[in-house]
């Protein structure tokens, strides 16, 4: 599966963005997002079942929504209150079948800063 990430940038804290993530074909299981912040290691930012089912970490609840359209193949991203501490590489990731493994798309860059 090839995937491919927009929507990435520079914003304020405080701000809002939204990514999306198009996947070459039909994705059977989950969809989502982790972030790398230089020097650390990839976190789950969410993740989205075919279903709908939504995961969150701990650090975005309440100010991140995952959502996904199936028939476009993609995975949305909605970022708001968006803090320095967000700053990040973000990587959507789909799996393509249940039970298979996670293809990832190439990052998008999210800079938060005044």
């Known amino acids: 599966v090839q995937l491919q990430a927009s929507g990435g940038g520079l914003v304020q804290p405080g701000g809002s963005l939204r990514l999306s993530c198009a996947a070459s074909?039909?994705?059977?299981?989950?969809m989502g997002w982790y972030c790398q912040a230089p020097g650390k290691q990839r976190e789950l930012v969410a993740t989205?079942?075919?279903?709908?089912?939504?995961i969150y970490g701990d650090s975005v609840k309440g100010r991140f929504t995952i959502s996904r359209d199936n028939g476009k193949n993609t995975v949305y991203l909605q970022m708001n209150s968006l803090k320095p501490e967000d700053t990040a590489v973000y990587y959507c990731?789909?799996?393509?079948?249940?039970?298979?493994?996670?293809?990832w798309g190439q990052g998008t860059q999210v800079t938060v800063s005044s």
């Open positions: 989205v079942t075919r279903t709908g089912a939504k």
């Open positions: 074909r039909s994705i059977l299981s989950s």
């Open positions: 990731y789909a799996r393509a079948e249940i039970g298979g493994t996670n293809d």
